[in-house]
């Protein structure tokens, strides 16, 4: 049963994406000033729920002090929040910010607009349910990413 299912999502997800695709947009083109991987980033923080600085750059394979200047640029432009852990202040617990959250719509490399035409191709109960079978499926990826950190991570 599992295997058909992957066999399913590795099935429809190049089509959703073919489908919703734009070329990339460029840092001094965009009105949020963002790069491809400033969006990689910010698709890997959610508003609610934080994720640690070293977490992030093991995760994207990026060393701490390469992360800890694009982090810096994106505060600055006020797209992450960063705050220390309440446990222990060394600690830096990132979020995205509303404004990062429309800043990553709007530059994502899915287009909006097709992405509403697709939408409104399914009756509307049926546009709930692929939305939230998209929402868990990103949920699980984040509980995947998080233990695959911790797994990775020096004792």
Same mark, same amino acid.
């Given at each position: ?20 695709h ?48 694009? @982090? ?9 929040? $960063?705050? *220390?852990? %309440? &446990?222990?202040?060394?600690? #830096? !617990? ?15 490399? @899915? ?9 409104? $191709?399914? *009756?509307? %109960? &049926?546009?709930?349910?692929? #939305? !939230? ?21 020096p004792?």
């Amino acid at each position: 049963m599992i295997r058909r299912l992957t066999h399913s999502v590795l099935r429809h997800f190049p089509q959703i994406y073919l489908s919703c695709h734009v070329a990339h947009p460029r840092a001094r083109t965009n009105r949020f000033r963002l790069t491809d991987k400033d969006v990689v980033l910010l698709g890997h923080l959610d508003e609610r729920t934080p994720m640690r600085a070293s977490e992030l750059a093991r995760h994207l394979g990026i060393g701490a002090p390469t992360l800890s200047a694009q @982090l810096q640029r994106l505060h600055r432009f006020g797209h992450i929040a $960063r705050t *220390p852990h %309440a &446990q222990d202040r060394r600690r #830096v !617990e990132l979020r995205l910010t509303p404004r990062g959250a429309e800043a990553m719509a709007t530059t994502s490399v @899915l287009d909006p607009g097709r992405v509403t035409m697709l939408l409104m $191709r399914l *009756p509307p %109960a &049926q546009r709930a349910q692929a #939305v !939230e079978g998209l929402a868990l499926l990103a949920r699980a990826a984040r509980k995947l990413q998080l233990k695959s950190s911790r797994r990775h991570s020096p004792p």
